[in-house]
């Protein structure tokens, strides 16, 4: 019946069907992102790490486990619930939706956009393609988040995402680690830096001040000018 109104140039009946299913159906599909935003996949500790000193293993505590078999499990079921919504719910929302908008998507329809890349990247992890988001994702909480030390921050920090990877979901994710993460090492490395300094002037107070040769002669004349 859609197509047939479009077949026999029935424009305005068309128009006002297409925008009734167009809003119909992107309801639901924002019921569908609510209910995932609402259990907050991947959400780090304090959304930051300003908790971390250098002594634990960074991935435990920013994801609230105790081991790495514990975090494994947290990372499966991360993906599995987000699958479970993308492919029962929300692929064949954003199927209809496209099909219904074939002459030209709605501009104020983002999540379209933001499902079709969560559907893709996880079709894609199934198929291992490579520079996958979620794989790349999982990767840096198994890898950098459990490995990182405060003599291998300033280098892990810096490993930001390539731009070769899709900006979607779980790349805004990973993203947002790596900046937290690269804030809280240029933190502690300042920090470092100040008791390193302090420690120095503490040593040099309580045993070389006033000695020689950090002292002038005692007739007023420094060392060096001889």
Sequence with gaps: IFYSLKTNQANNTYAQLRSILTNQNYALLTKIDEIMEDDHPYAIK????DWWTGESLAALEAFGVDTLPDLKSYITLQRERISYLAKEFADPIVTILSNVNKDGMPSNLPLINKWNGIIQAIDGYSRKTPNNSLIALEGYIEGT??????ASCPQLATNVTPSSYEMDFFTSILQNMQIELAN???TLASQTSSQS???L???FNSNLAG???FVN???GVAPDSF
């Design 217 to 219: 002669d005692p007739l």
């Design 184 to 186: 809280q090492c240029h």
């Design 197 to 199: 300094y302090n420690q």
């Design 211 to 213: 000695k020689f040769p």
């Design 145 to 150: 988040l459990t490995s990182i030390t405060l």
């Design 46 to 49: 304090d959304n930051s790490f």
């Design 201 to 203: 002037a503490t040593f």
